[in-house]
């Protein structure tokens, strides 16, 4: 086997949450690419059945299913749902995260994030979906895996897991103050540590789970957010869309054998100084 062979993920069978946003169809598109079936799993519907079917259309074999994560009665349907149509399941990706935007276009959750009023509701709706979806969704994932002997286990997580959000990226001149909430590094963080419990979990499983821990990257970003931010990098800019597809199919693959209880920070050298 060839070095490039190990990166190959032919009769393999993915399944991605949050496969409709902005990071979810580069992961589905990369591994399909590989050669996996891809289930995009999403909570719009319609999105994921347009990346799907754009997918098929360019050779793959790929379905949609929309489902709500933190409802167990359809995340154990849609799994039931991926094993009768695929027949197996070797790659996990939870991308699915409730991620406060600062592109055009979006807000804060909770208003302006400030911790001092941030709204119960909203910390609650975060825990649900960034923690709680992942447990359930990897909980009926792995069951599969262990029937089969193998599997592989791709968590999202952010550098803001790993460091404290410099707030002053976020304020601009002459307007209201906004900030980077409170839910957003502590879900991010507690992702490591459910990370690293199941990868010692399902020692000798072969049951394999790392994180993935991108940097910011570039969705429509204004000018000065862009200076702001690739002052703070050591690359000096915000990733592209797809340059986190090499390290997550790296982790998806046999390239990757030889880790577990992993992260991998694609940060443009942010956390490094």
């Not at 994921?48 to 790929?62: G, I, K, P, T, W």
């Not at 592109?103 to 975060?126: I, K, M, R, V």
């Not at 900030?179 to 419990?197: D, I, M, N, Q, S």
């Not at 690359?235 to 390239?255: H, K, P």
Request: charged share 20%.
């Amino acid at each position: 086997m060839t070095i490039l062979d190990k990166f190959k993920l032919d009769g393999q069978v993915a399944v991605v949450t949050g496969g409709a946003g902005l990071l979810g169809k580069e992961f589905c598109r990369t591994l399909a690419e590989a050669g996996a079936s891809v289930a995009v799993v999403d909570l719009d519907g319609s999105a994921a059945r347009q990346l799907s079917e754009a997918l098929n259309e360019n050779s793959a074999n790929s379905a949609a299913f929309q489902t709500n994560i933190t409802d167990p009665q359809q995340v154990g349907d849609m799994l039931q749902e991926v094993l009768g149509k695929f027949k197996r399941l070797d790659i996990l990706v939870n991308s699915a995260a409730l991620d406060p935007k600062f592109d055009p276009g979006h807000d804060t959750p909770g208003a302006s994030g400030a911790f001092e009023d941030f709204p119960l509701q909203a910390w609650q709706q975060a825990m649900d979906v960034n923690l709680t979806g992942m447990f359930l969704v990897t909980q009926a994932a792995v069951k599969p895996m262990l029937s089969q002997g193998q599997g592989a286990v791709i968590n999202l997580c952010s550098m803001y897991g790993l460091v404290g959000p410099d707030q002053r990226l976020y304020q601009k001149e002459g307007q209201p103050a906004r900030f980077k909430p409170v839910y957003y590094p502590v879900t991010k963080a507690g992702v490591l540590g459910f990370t690293r419990y199941l990868a010692a979990y399902y020692a000798g499983k072969n049951i394999r789970v790392n994180a993935l821990t991108p940097g910011g990257v570039f969705n429509g970003h204004d000018e000065t957010f862009l200076k702001e931010y690739a002052a703070r990098s050591i690359l000096g800019r915000m990733a592209t869309r797809d340059e986190m597809n090499g390290a997550l199919l790296f982790l998806a693959s046999q390239a990757s054998a030889y880790m577990t209880g992993a992260n991998l920070v694609v940060d443009g050298g942010w956390t490094a100084w």
